[in-house]
């Protein structure tokens, strides 16, 4: 039998896919351009980039639709805000310059100091009459002033000092322990070499019978030990420290003049001399990075106390000034600085001119210190910036 042909079979109906509408994309799919200029290359050039905040704000490479971690504030661990909300932040290292200059100003004020109560004949007049004014009540005053003073000896300044080291050796700072050395040394030795082979008193025919004693030796190591404390406490600790360290430094500056050791210039320039080693070591310490994640805390207790002691010292230094000009008027008419009156002016002008350096002597190393830090400076880079320019990796050394 001859085969049976096959049946014929009916023409498929052609199907039709409908074309893209011109607005977008159909649902689900993904721009038809958009994944062309990331996957071809252009007739022109290399394969068009999307643009970085498309990048940031936009679905991950995985697809998850989820946006990466903000990134974290160094000085609260909050995240970074600018001025418009998620700006970013960026490190201004610290600065030098305000630690060379009060290391020079300091430098300065004691060789100016020496000049006009030492090398003066009116200076010595006024340092004469507040050293007498020392004798009254000083019998009373002693009983507190003598065991101030005996705190302070050789091996005292020698266990401050290898324990302020040790200290900075276990937070893991080699410099901070080098900068202790170099102010608690510095300020010690040049005391002793200004005083006996650099700085001379002039016999001006005033009575005086006290030797030169600029700077006074007790007075530089209480402020040097107090300094130091400064350098190697964690900045949320200095406020307090640095009130600690003005009534110590005071009270033995004090304590030199009730027992007749040292005139108020004497404790004036040793004050001057730690200031000016401080602004030495503090330039040595200046950093362009954090030290750690957690930088930056307690800056705001610092500024506080800084500004406060700059506000005591500016109030004692009013009444410095008063007296002092007082003293001088008496002299200006050809009076002697005689009378219990004028003998207790000047001790007190002398006194508050103490307080007055002393005060502003610390408040300013404070700061000294505070600017040397490096700190995190807010800047606007647009509302979808989220990165934290310039930070770079914590300086752990």
Known sequence: MPPTPDPPHAPRPERRVPAAPASGPMPGQAPTAARTAARVPGPA????????????????????????????????????????????????????????????????????????????????????????????????????????LDVISLPFVGLVLVSAMLLAAVRRRVLLAVQVAVLMAGANLSTQVLKHAVLDRPDLDVGDRLANALPSGHTTAAA????????????????????????????????????????????????????????????????????????????????????????????????????LQRSLSHLGEGQQLASRADLITAY??????????????VGLVLAVLDAAEPRRVATSRGPTATSTAGAGPPDRS
């Open 348 to 361: 007190g002008g002398g006194a508050l001119g103490v307080v007055t350096v002393t005060c502003v002597v």
């Open 45 to 148: 050039g290399p394969p068009s980039i999307p643009p970085a905040h498309a990048r940031t704000a936009g679905p991950s490479a995985h697809g998850s639709g989820m946006r990466g971690p903000r990134p974290v504030d160094r000085e609260d661990g909050a995240p970074a805000t600018g001025a418009g909300g998620t700006g970013a932040g960026s490190v201004r290292p610290g600065r030098r310059a305000p630690a060379v200059a009060m290391a020079v100003v300091c430098a300065a004020a004691v060789v100016a100091v020496w000049w006009a109560f030492v090398t003066t004949r009116t200076g010595q007049l006024l340092e004469q009459a507040a050293f007498q004014g020392s004798e009254l009540g000083a019998s009373r005053l002693w009983l507190v002033a003598e065991p101030v």
């Open 224 to 323: 040097s030990v107090s300094v130091a404390l400064l350098f190697v406490l964690p900045p949320r600790f200095r406020p307090v420290a640095a009130v600690v360290g003005v009534l110590y430094t005071g009270a033995t500056g004090m304590s030199t003049m009730v027992g007749q050791w040292h005139r108020p210039s004497d404790v004036v320039a040793a004050v001057l001399v730690v200031g000016a080693w401080a602004g030495v070591a503090a330039a040595l310490g200046v950093r362009a990075r954090p030290r750690s994640p957690r930088w930056g805390r307690g800056r705001w207790g610092v500024g506080a106390a800084a500004g406060l002691l700059l506000v005591a010292g500016v109030v004692a230094g009013t009444g410095a000034l008063l007296a």
